[in-house]
């Protein structure tokens, strides 16, 4: 059964009858009209088709035209200028430097000078969307960790977002605003230091968490803000700064430096604080009084730093009795508690203990007993103690993120991550430092002075390591300076100093660095001085430096020969890490009362 060419049955059973040729030809003119009808509206329709294609081709080929021209220009506004090209070469992520830059409103028009300005104006806006962005997730349930890494980042930002706003002001072409604080070079560096060194923190608090929705809305914030800062940084410290800031209103360094003459003090000193800083102890007429018998103000520490003013440019003194206070909740003074002092009655009289560790959830970060990030922290005489013990692992006894911080005389005690250096610049004196693994580490500037450093017996099959400084970018000006101090065991291990062995220190991040000068050290110091972090990682970035030590232990023939490692023979250059020119303590510590050495010279 076939089908026929034009779709009829091709069937034998229904031939049509035959008709005569008139008849088909009157029938075939009867049809014609009808067939020219509908060919003329077909016809009628396709040309309609045809000119509205035409049509809608024209408009879409202009709006092409349009809409490639609107790039093209679009291409050509945001290409680099050679101001920031030039810039940006600068920066340890250039491309980024670029892309952020050549949207920020004003960039296009700037010079490089502008750019630095520009720079931290920029990062400073990001940061602080992040923050913004950050908190919308308060409300989300998360568990202990998280929650604990999540109120890190949060806290972080704002310090970050403080640190960036006051290096905008010092920086600022026109003159910052009215009661802004406004720093030397030196004073951005260290800010912009510390805000790199807070997205680090931030950071590594998440990476230890478990995967989840936080986790992954945090990455999401945070993306390419560590980078951003850097790129601040090294355009700041790439402008030579310290020399010539040609249009930008930044107080002069020489301004601010004073000779380190005994009693001698910043203007913004008053005569009643110079007594009051020069007294003995005894002699200070407290603010606040603190005892936990209920003969103070306060009974707790808690309370008096509630009660202290925030933003204070006049020193506020806490007296803190002998006591030993066990604090439940870790005990913080914000960076809005500026200028605070906490006295004590001495080492192991007045004693402030707690025992947070990593293994009870918390990130390293927050298990601090007792944290200071207010600028100005000063504290003497007392003792801070992480009783967690050796089997909890990171337990902070005190974390310090304040700038111009002193701590004189006191007492810190712990075992691994014992003495948190977070961040900006601080100055130890006459401190007992105990713990066992990375028991100093941070990425603070400084100086470590006239202190004893007492290793402890660790955990069977674990290794003592004095220092984990962990700078990681080259632009930071932050390291760890130890200055004629004492580096010796405590009597637990003395007694079995031969199966832990112990080292100065070890490289926690790529541009790590850390100095012993004119130092005695024990015996129980292994014979190649400092440890690897993890087989050949840093050992050609790092700075590890030793000049002029002694004792048992300081002998450097056995060092080891990593690139990074020197025994420093120049003056010159050991001269660079004391407290005058690695803190800039001429300008500021005069003021604590607390005696230092500004120079090599003991």
Not at 381 to 389: I, K, Q, W
Not at 573 to 582: D, G, I, L, P
């Amino acid at each position: 059964m076939g089908y026929g060419r034009l779709g009829s049955p091709a069937s034998s059973a229904s031939v049509p009858e035959p008709t005569l040729p008139n008849q088909a030809k009157n029938q075939q003119q009867s049809k014609n009209p009808a067939r020219k009808r509908k060919l003329l509206l077909y016809l009628c329709l396709v040309s309609l088709i045809l000119i509205i294609a035409s049509g809608i081709s024209a408009v879409l080929l202009v709006r092409s035209r349009a809409r490639g021209s609107v790039a093209s220009e679009a291409t050509l506004k945001n290409r680099p200028t050679q101001a920031i090209s030039r810039t940006c070469s600068r920066t340890r992520y250039p491309s980024l430097c670029i892309e952020t830059l050549v949207e920020f409103p004003g960039a296009l028009d700037a010079g490089e000078r502008d750019l630095v300005h520009i720079s931290v104006n920029m990062t400073l806006h990001r940061v602080g969307h992040a923050r913004s962005d950050a908190s919308s997730l308060s409300n989300v349930a998360m568990g202990p960790d998280v929650m604990a890494a999540y109120q890190d980042c949060l806290e972080l930002l704002e310090d970050s977002i403080d640190q960036l706003s006051q290096s905008l002001h010092s920086i600022t072409p026109t003159g910052p605003p009215a009661g802004a604080l406004v720093g030397s070079p030196d004073d951005v560096l260290t800010w912009l230091s510390a805000a790199l060194t807070n997205q680090d923190t931030c950071t590594e608090g998440l990476d230890e968490v478990r995967n989840g929705f936080v986790k992954e809305e945090m990455g999401k914030h945070l993306k390419d803000l560590p980078e951003l800062v850097s790129n601040s940084l090294a355009i700041f410290a790439g402008s030579d700064a310290d020399k010539d800031l040609t249009g930008i209103q930044i107080e002069n360094r020489r301004r601010r430096l004073m000779t380190a003459e005994e009693g001698g003090f910043p203007a913004w000193v008053t005569g009643r604080e110079r007594k009051l800083l020069l007294m003995n102890v005894g002699a200070i007429q407290a603010d606040i009084v603190v005892s936990n018998d209920g003969n103070g103000t306060y009974k707790t520490i808690e309370e008096a730093i509630n009660a202290a003013p925030e933003w204070s440019t006049r020193r506020t003194i806490i007296y803190v009795k002998s006591g030993r206070y066990e604090v439940g909740e870790n005990l913080k003074v914000a960076r809005k508690k500026t200028n605070l002092m906490f006295i004590g009655d001495g080492k192991w009289k007045t004693v402030i203990s707690a025992g947070r560790s990593v293994a009870n959830t918390y990130t390293t970060f927050r298990t601090a007993t007792f944290a200071a990030t207010g600028a100005g922290f000063i504290a003497r005489d007392m003792t801070f103690e992480n009783s967690a013990g050796p089997a909890k692992h990171q337990a902070v006894a005190l974390r310090v993120g304040a700038d111009r911080a002193v701590i004189y005389r006191c007492s810190i005690i712990g075992y691994q991550d014992t003495l948190y250096v977070h961040s900006q610049r601080q100055f130890y004196r006459e401190c007992d430092i105990y713990g066992t693994v990375d028991f100093i580490f941070g990425n603070a500037a400084v100086v470590i002075q006239s202190c004893n450093l007492y290793s402890r017996k660790p955990m069977a099959m674990q290794k003592n390591t004095i220092t984990a400084q962990n700078r990681k970018d080259p632009n930071q000006n932050t390291g760890i300076s130890i200055h004629n101090c004492r580096v010796v065991p405590t009597p637990d291990l003395e007694a079995s100093k031969w199966s832990f062995p112990t080292y100065l220190g070890r490289p926690w991040k790529m541009y790590s660095r850390t100095v012993y000068m004119m130092s005695y050290m024990g015996d129980h110091i292994n014979p190649a001085g400092w440890l690897e972090w993890n087989g050949n990682f840093a050992l050609d970035t790092l700075y590890y430096g030793e000049y002029m030590n002694y004792g048992p232990g300081g002998a450097v023939g056995q060092r080891v020969k990593w690139p990074g490692y020197r025994v420093i023979t120049s003056q010159v250059e050991a001269s660079k890490f004391t407290v005058a020119q690695f803190i800039y303590g001429t300008s500021w510590l005069p003021s604590t009362g607390v005696a230092f050495i500004a120079g090599l010279s003991v």
